[in-house]
């Protein structure tokens, strides 16, 4: 079954084209990866399909129903989260509050019922602690819960931002660089953390990764983009070898 | 849970009838002097713990309070005024109708104040809410503005420049202080429930807040319109107390005193707010002797009108450079907090 | 507040030539009027091109030049020329102090610690002016030249009616001379795009910015000092109303622009002069009138008439 589709994305800013004609298919439970030097467009690409920006040209269409063009808070309801590239949390709250927003946008409680705290509520605040505690035992973080989230280390952040997406109850998981500044230990556990969390949660995932060790191993099919157009696309295997990536790739050493 | 739930209700509804204490030996033993300036704190109280809700909590730096402030004083005092009253006050045009006849109990009359205001920070919130940053600062100040003109020239409602004069002087220390503490729980409950954590959310990050499904345009107008509610009753007190109002009454004067008390107490911080607001009402009082003249036996120094305001914006630049979390940031008071601090009792969470 | 003798009243009804006296009159008003708020604008948009602060001060800087003005032709005996000329050079110093002494320490704080110090030195001034000069107004002398009234065509003309946007002309030409041909100019605009790399190519940010707060501070000043001649007192509190207009225009016209700052103060200036005289019985909205059309922009279009970007 299709859960995505994105047809002929175009993105423009003012004369500058960030992303031309991009057309992505991703099958249920299927982990796509989206690489390409920096610049390429990904996370233009993330921030249409997650409702930041209204795509100039193109649709996107998620369970068969169009999605480009509504707003971020609707697209999140409609089951697709995401993760940030520069870790985003709410950096006053507890680690435990960080994860229970997650389960906002769900409850029934009116405003009213939450401020007088009816059954309802209560029932609810109960299901939100809860929920958050067995997520936060998901990513190995319940240890820290009561802690400020900005308290944490790098890596448990970043675990804490995936920990909040999930919360959301998505079916389709953008994550925008989620082993970046991780050591080789760390990036290893993601891996490992990553693929469990899609059985357990029956998960579709769309990544953005500069790690290709990362990427080969855990994608099952991977996207190049380059200046904004797709140069590729097939499994690890056939990226690895294609020519117009490894020359996109080299160009980008040579560049820098 | 909190082990210690039940403990610190009992310690809140100790607290409250201790309060309640308080208030009714400085009724029966206190000056006239003492219970205005009493009264003045409970209302304070009531106008930056609402005001904090939006500015502070939400993070949406906004100067309207004066606005709601003045549409709750007038909606409650045209409402509790007689026809027989109305009909003296208003000599340049008669009030229209049913304004006119209608005359309610005073309780009534706060709750009107309230569901006015809040209806029209509902309306404002539209256009307001379109913007962030600096320019929802000028358009809510500009509203600010457009009551006060309006207020001057719907005379046939507001009586215009003049104003509106007798308003009985229902206010009274139970009054105050008992919408006070309401406020002040009401306020506190909803923040620490989901909604308010998710408006929590909308100011630390906007974005990610919408990644996590927020709807931050809808939670921002519930922020804006309860703090007009409750601005709106406190409008209401503030003009059974001092009995006359006017458009002047409500210039931008009256958001900078409570622009100090939010800042003062630590933006996003009920407890701040309600500790800077007894602060800055009984340190405004102290303040007076520097605008009045001085009797120092042998000589007379004259006043100095505006001396006071002078020192209160100094005041607000030297906590903006010097400690721009105010008197407590964005922490608040619990009695799990002060249990922790005496090393009392209590159970580990 | 359009009380002034000075200033054209409504000549008489009925004849057709009366009306078109009447709205031509009208329209030199509103021309008048609006360069005033342009000038003003002027320093809301420069000083918030280049460092995203709304100064809020700015209406009262624009108090203290006319008080700096009048007092150099009271207790100085100046000529009123070198009192006017004095006066923009003390506003100006008057502006880098502010920044110095208030802007600078906050200047890495979050944004709204910034808005927040800006109201605070709005009402300090306000009230130092309460405590050093009085709140009761002051009478403002208006000098023979702008003083005396042209016939010209049917109309009667004030000439400072005429005076003001000519003078209006000649600063705004010298301020886009200093932003477009020198060397200081330059800087600006490049702070104005991004402030760490023009530091990092070796200008002295700090001095640039002294220099915008100056310029806008001094053209605030002249705009007093014509706004203090038209109604012609001065008091402590008479920036408030036209520093908020003033910063009105400069959304219209798009923040960050000068020109389209000074478009931004003729377009409401004629929108509040023609509106009044058109339909007399909302003269006591006049004031609002100008927040009217603000909340009209930014739901409508919120970079303004010339485009520029809205802030995050």
Same mark, same amino acid.
């Given at each position: 079954?299709?859960?995505?589709?994105?047809?002929?994305?175009?993105?423009?800013?003012?004369?500058?084209?960030?992303? =031309?004609?991009?057309?992505?298919? #991703?099958?249920?439970?299927?982990?796509?990866?989206?690489?390409?030097?920096?610049?390429?467009?990904?996370?233009?690409?993330?921030?249409?399909?997650?409702?930041? !920006?209204?795509?100039?040209?193109?649709?996107?269409?998620?369970?068969?129903?169009?999605?480009?063009?509504?707003?971020?808070?609707?697209?999140?309801?409609?089951?697709?989260?995401?993760?940030?590239?520069?870790?985003?949390?709410?950096?006053?709250?507890?680690?435990?509050? =960080?994860?229970?927003?997650?389960?906002?946008?769900?409850?029934?409680?009116?405003?009213?019922?939450?401020?007088?705290?009816?059954?309802?509520?209560?029932?609810?605040?109960?299901?939100?602690?809860?929920?958050?505690?067995?997520?936060?035992?998901?990513?190995?973080?319940?240890?820290?819960?009561?802690?400020?989230?900005?308290?944490?280390?790098? +890596?448990?952040?970043?675990?804490?931002?995936?920990?909040?997406?999930?919360?959301?109850?998505?079916?389709?998981?953008?994550?925008?660089?989620?082993?970046? &500044?991780?050591?080789?230990?760390?990036?290893?556990?993601?891996?490992?953390?990553?693929?469990?969390?899609?059985?357990?949660?029956?998960?579709?995932?769309?990544?953005?990764?500069?790690?290709?060790?990362?990427?080969?191993?855990?994608?099952?099919?991977?996207?190049?983009?380059?200046?904004?157009?797709?140069?590729?696309?097939?499994?690890?295997?056939?990226?690895? =070898?294609?020519?117009?990536? *490894?020359?996109?790739?080299?160009?980008?050493?040579?560049?820098? | 849970?909190?082990?210690?739930?039940?403990?610190?209700?009992?310690?809140?509804?100790?607290?409250?009838?201790?309060?309640?204490?308080?208030?009714?030996?400085?009724?029966?033993?206190?000056?006239?002097?003492? #219970?205005?300036?009493?009264?003045?704190?409970?209302?304070?109280?009531?106008?930056?713990?609402?005001?904090?809700?939006?500015?502070?909590?939400?993070?949406?730096?906004?100067?309207?309070?004066?606005?709601?402030?003045?549409?709750?004083?007038?909606?409650?005092?045209?409402?509790?005024?007689?026809?027989?009253?109305?009909?003296?006050?208003?000599?340049?045009?008669?009030?229209?109708?049913?304004?006119?006849?209608?005359?309610?109990?005073?309780?009534?009359?706060?709750?009107?104040?309230?569901?006015?205001?809040?209806?029209?920070?509902?309306?404002?919130?539209?256009?307001?809410?379109?913007?962030?940053?600096?320019?929802?600062?000028?358009?809510?100040?500009?509203?600010?503005?457009?009551?006060?003109?309006?207020?001057? =020239?719907?005379?046939?409602?507001?009586?215009?420049?003049?104003?509106?004069?007798?308003?009985?002087?229902?206010?009274?220390?139970?009054?105050?202080?008992?919408?006070?503490?309401?406020?002040?729980?009401?306020?506190?409950?909803?923040?620490?429930?989901?909604?308010?954590?998710?408006?929590?959310?909308?100011?630390?990050?906007?974005?990610?807040?919408?990644?996590?499904g927020i709807n931050a345009f809808w939670h921002k107008m519930l922020a804006f319109t309860t703090s007009a509610f409750f601005e709106g009753i406190g409008g209401g007190l503030l003009a059974h107390l001092i009995t006359t109002i006017s458009p002047t009454l409500f210039t931008f004067f009256l958001t900078f005193n409570l622009l100090i008390i939010i800042v003062a107490g630590g933006l996003g911080s009920i407890t701040g707010s309600i500790l800077a607001a007894i602060l800055v009402t009984w340190g405004g009082e102290a303040l007076r002797f520097l605008d009045e003249p001085m009797d120092l036996g042998l000589f007379e120094i004259p006043g100095i009108p505006g001396m006071r305001m002078v020192i209160f914006s100094l005041i607000l630049i030297f906590i903006m450079i010097f400690a721009r979390h105010g008197i407590l940031g964005t922490r608040e008071f619990s009695w799990n907090w002060l249990s922790g601090k005496l090393g009392i009792g209590g159970r580990p969470r | 507040m359009e009380r002034s003798p000075l200033f054209c009243r409504r000549a008489g009804t009925g004849t057709g030539f009366l009306e078109l006296t009447f709205f031509l009159q009208q329209m030199i008003n509103g021309v008048a009027l609006g360069s005033l708020y342009?000038?003003?604008?002027?320093?809301?948009?420069?000083?918030?091109?280049?460092?995203?602060?709304?100064?809020?001060?700015?209406?009262?800087? @624009?108090?203290?030049?006319?008080?700096?003005?009048?007092?150099? #032709?009271?207790?100085?005996?100046?000529?009123?020329?070198?009192?006017?000329?004095?006066?923009?050079?003390?506003?100006?110093?008057?502006?880098?102090?502010?920044?110095?002494?208030?802007?600078?320490?906050?200047?890495?704080?979050?944004?709204?610690?910034?808005?927040?110090?800006?109201?605070?030195?709005?009402?300090?001034?306000?009230?130092?002016?309460?405590?050093?000069?009085?709140?009761?107004?002051?009478?403002?002398?208006?000098?023979?030249?702008?003083?005396?009234?042209?016939?010209?065509?049917?109309? @009667? *003309?004030?000439?400072?009616?005429?005076?003001?946007?000519?003078?209006?002309?000649?600063?705004?030409?010298? *301020?886009?001379?200093?932003?477009?041909?020198?060397?200081?100019?330059?800087?600006?605009?490049?702070?104005?795009?991004?402030?760490?790399?023009?530091?990092?190519? +070796?200008?002295?940010?700090?001095?640039?910015?002294?220099?915008?707060?100056?310029?806008?501070?001094?053209?605030?000043?002249?705009?007093? *000092?014509?706004?203090?001649?038209?109604?012609?007192?001065?008091?402590?509190?008479?920036?408030?109303?036209?520093?908020?207009?003033?910063?009105?225009?400069?959304?219209?016209?798009?923040?960050?622009?000068?020109?389209?700052?000074?478009? &931004?103060?003729?377009?409401? +200036?004629?929108?509040?002069?023609?509106?009044?005289?058109?339909?007399?019985?909302?003269? &006591? !909205?006049?004031?609002?009138?100008?927040?009217? #059309?603000?909340?009209?922009?930014?739901?409508?279009?919120?970079?303004?008439?010339?485009?520029?970007?809205?802030?995050?």
């Amino acid at each position: 079954m299709i859960l995505l589709t994105a047809e002929a994305l175009t993105m423009r800013f003012g004369g500058l084209v960030a992303v =031309n004609d991009f057309n992505l298919h #991703i099958e249920k439970g299927e982990i796509v990866g989206l690489i390409g030097p920096n610049g390429a467009g990904k996370t233009t690409v993330f921030n249409m399909i997650a409702g930041y !920006y209204t795509p100039s040209e193109g649709v996107i269409r998620f369970r068969d129903s169009v999605i480009s063009g509504l707003k971020a808070n609707r697209i999140t309801k409609a089951g697709i989260a995401r993760t940030f590239q520069n870790i985003r949390l709410f950096s006053e709250l507890s680690v435990i509050e =960080n994860v229970m927003i997650g389960y906002h946008c769900r409850i029934r409680s009116s405003f009213f019922g939450a401020t007088l705290r009816l059954p309802l509520y209560r029932r609810e605040e109960k299901m939100m602690v809860d929920g958050a505690m067995k997520l936060l035992r998901e990513v190995g973080l319940e240890e820290v819960a009561r802690e400020r989230s900005t308290s944490l280390p790098y +890596g448990k952040q970043r675990r804490l931002e995936l920990a909040r997406a999930l919360a959301t109850g998505p079916q389709l998981l953008l994550l925008d660089e989620p082993a970046a &500044g991780m050591n080789p230990n760390e990036t290893q556990e993601l891996l490992e953390l990553i693929l469990r969390l899609r059985t357990d949660y029956d998960l579709t995932v769309l990544l953005i990764e500069h790690d290709m060790k990362f990427v080969m191993e855990i994608c099952e099919r991977i996207k190049v983009l380059d200046y904004g157009t797709t140069i590729a696309e097939g499994t690890p295997h056939e990226i690895q =070898n294609n020519p117009r990536v *490894i020359e996109a790739y080299l160009g980008e050493v040579q560049r820098a | 849970m909190d082990p210690n739930h039940r403990r610190n209700q009992l310690l809140s509804i100790g607290g409250t009838a201790l309060l309640a204490a308080l208030l009714y030996a400085a009724n029966s033993a206190g000056s006239d002097y003492t #219970i205005r300036i009493l009264n003045n704190c409970a209302i304070f109280i009531i106008l930056a713990v609402s005001y904090n809700l939006i500015n502070g909590v939400t993070g949406q730096f906004s100067l309207e309070p004066n606005a709601f402030v003045a549409i709750g004083a007038y909606t409650s005092a045209l409402l509790t005024l007689t026809p027989m009253e109305k009909e003296i006050s208003f000599i340049i045009e008669p009030c229209i109708w049913p304004l006119s006849v209608i005359s309610v109990p005073f309780a009534v009359s706060l709750l009107a104040a309230g569901i006015v205001t809040a209806f029209f920070g509902f309306l404002m919130g539209f256009p307001v809410f379109r913007v962030r940053g600096d320019y929802l600062a000028i358009v809510t100040l500009g509203f600010g503005e457009v009551v006060r003109v309006i207020a001057n =020239n719907t005379q046939s409602i507001t009586n215009g420049p003049l104003g509106l004069k007798g308003i009985a002087d229902h206010t009274n220390l139970w009054w105050s202080w008992g919408l006070a503490v309401l406020t002040v729980f009401l306020i506190a409950r909803m923040v620490r429930s989901s909604y308010g954590m998710a408006m929590k959310a909308i100011k630390y990050d906007e974005a990610a807040a919408e990644a996590v499904g927020i709807n931050a345009f809808w939670h921002k107008m519930l922020a804006f319109t309860t703090s007009a509610f409750f601005e709106g009753i406190g409008g209401g007190l503030l003009a059974h107390l001092i009995t006359t109002i006017s458009p002047t009454l409500f210039t931008f004067f009256l958001t900078f005193n409570l622009l100090i008390i939010i800042v003062a107490g630590g933006l996003g911080s009920i407890t701040g707010s309600i500790l800077a607001a007894i602060l800055v009402t009984w340190g405004g009082e102290a303040l007076r002797f520097l605008d009045e003249p001085m009797d120092l036996g042998l000589f007379e120094i004259p006043g100095i009108p505006g001396m006071r305001m002078v020192i209160f914006s100094l005041i607000l630049i030297f906590i903006m450079i010097f400690a721009r979390h105010g008197i407590l940031g964005t922490r608040e008071f619990s009695w799990n907090w002060l249990s922790g601090k005496l090393g009392i009792g209590g159970r580990p969470r | 507040m359009e009380r002034s003798p000075l200033f054209c009243r409504r000549a008489g009804t009925g004849t057709g030539f009366l009306e078109l006296t009447f709205f031509l009159q009208q329209m030199i008003n509103g021309v008048a009027l609006g360069s005033l708020y342009g000038l003003i604008a002027i320093g809301y948009t420069m000083v918030y091109g280049i460092i995203r602060l709304i100064n809020f001060a700015h209406g009262d800087v @624009m108090m203290m030049g006319c008080y700096f003005a009048y007092f150099g #032709i009271l207790m100085f005996s100046l000529p009123w020329g070198a009192s006017f000329v004095a006066a923009m050079v003390l506003t100006a110093i008057l502006g880098v102090l502010i920044d110095k002494g208030a802007y600078v320490p906050v200047r890495h704080a979050p944004r709204i610690s910034a808005l927040i110090t800006a109201i605070g030195v709005s009402f300090l001034l306000e009230n130092l002016g309460l405590v050093v000069f009085g709140g009761r107004p002051k009478g403002f002398t208006t000098p023979d030249m702008f003083a005396e009234v042209y016939e010209i065509a049917g109309l @009667m *003309i004030p000439a400072l009616v005429l005076w003001t946007p000519l003078i209006t002309l000649i600063l705004l030409s010298g *301020i886009l001379f200093i932003i477009h041909r020198t060397k200081a100019g330059r800087a600006m605009r490049c702070i104005s795009h991004d402030m760490e790399t023009t530091r990092l190519m +070796g200008v002295d940010v700090n001095r640039v910015i002294s220099i915008t707060f100056a310029v806008g501070s001094a053209a605030a000043a002249a705009g007093g *000092i014509m706004w203090a001649m038209r109604y012609p007192e001065i008091n402590p509190l008479m920036g408030i109303i036209p520093g908020l207009k003033a910063f009105v225009a400069a959304v219209l016209g798009g923040i960050g622009n000068v020109t389209g700052a000074m478009l &931004g103060g003729l377009l409401l +200036g004629l929108a509040e002069i023609l509106l009044v005289a058109l339909m007399p019985e909302i003269a &006591g !909205y006049r004031d609002a009138i100008a927040f009217g #059309i603000l909340i009209f922009i930014l739901i409508f279009r919120p970079t303004g008439l010339m485009g520029s970007k809205l802030p995050e």
